[in-house]
T-cell receptor, first 112, second 113 residues
Framework: RKEVEQDPGPFNVPEGATVAFNCTYSNSASQSFFWYRQDCRKEPKLLMS???SGNEDGRFTAQLNRASQYISLLIRDSKLSDSATYLC?????????????FGTGTLLAVQP | DGGITQSPKYLFRKEGQNVTLSCEQNLNHDAMYWYRQDPGQGLRLIYYSQIVNDFQKGDIAEGYSVSREKKESFPLTVTSAQKNPTAFYLC????????????FGPGTRLTVL
């Protein structure tokens, strides 16, 4: 089993739709979680950290489910500009350093 | 203009040559990281450094070397010992501790001919 797994997609959704991605992780000791957005041939850009209580930033909501070991990202009212690959990142757990493991990403294509 | 800079953006080298990729940051972050991204794969950690003059191997360090002589700089050398060097190389910087985010530079796309 991979340490961090994501559905590669693509997720093809119409503008205005709500779409959700999940990311599962295998190490129960992991303590920090992040969502990044990566446009084609560009660097990943931090979208949001994921906190235990869940957090929201505009149309984006991230949640953590420790019991089932997954994080989720919900995008409401999808825009064409949301089309990108969404990467989850999970720290390895143990120790004080923040070594992240990245998923392979989920491709989102928002259609007009 | 602040942030993390990487140069060059594109790099072509002949097989068997060593090449050094530059990464500079002016964000005053303690930790710096090098990742490699291949098509269809997630980012894989090559090396990381928590403080100046100290660095640790990541998951795929073979064929690579780094130095951290200054807080702002973390160059990566891709040596001829690296079997498949063609990839997208990303440098990141962050606080280094749990919960600290990592921020990425624009990347260097290396092609070995």
């Amino acid at each position: 089993r991979k340490e961090v797994e994501q559905d590669p997609g693509p997720f093809n959704v119409p503008e205005g739709a709500t779409v959700a991605f999940n990311c599962t992780y295998s190490n129960s000791a992991s303590q920090s979680f992040f969502w990044y957005r990566q446009d084609c041939r560009k660097e990943p850009k931090l979208l949001m950290s994921v906190y235990s209580s869940g957090n929201e930033d505009g149309r984006f909501t991230a949640q953590l489910n420790r019991a089932s070991q997954y994080i989720s990202l919900l995008i409401r009212d999808s825009k064409l500009s949301d089309s990108a690959t969404y990467l989850c990142a999970v720290n390895r757990g143990g120790g004080a350093t923040n070594k992240l493991i990245f998923g392979t990403g989920t491709l989102l294509a928002v259609q007009p | 203009d602040g942030g993390i800079t990487q140069s060059p953006k594109y790099l072509f080298r002949k097989e068997g040559q060593n090449v050094t990729l530059s990464c500079e940051q002016n964000l005053n972050h303690d930790a710096m990281y090098w990742y490699r991204q291949d098509p269809g794969q997630g980012l894989r950690l090559i090396y990381y450094s928590q403080i100046v003059n100290d660095f640790q191997k990541g998951d795929i360090a073979e064929g690579y070397s780094v130095s951290r002589e200054k807080k702002e700089s973390f160059p990566l050398t891709v040596t001829s010992a690296q079997k498949n060097p063609t990839a997208f190389y990303l440098c990141a910087a962050g606080g280094g501790f749990l919960d600290d985010e990592q921020f990425f530079g624009p990347g260097t796309r290396l092609t070995v001919l």
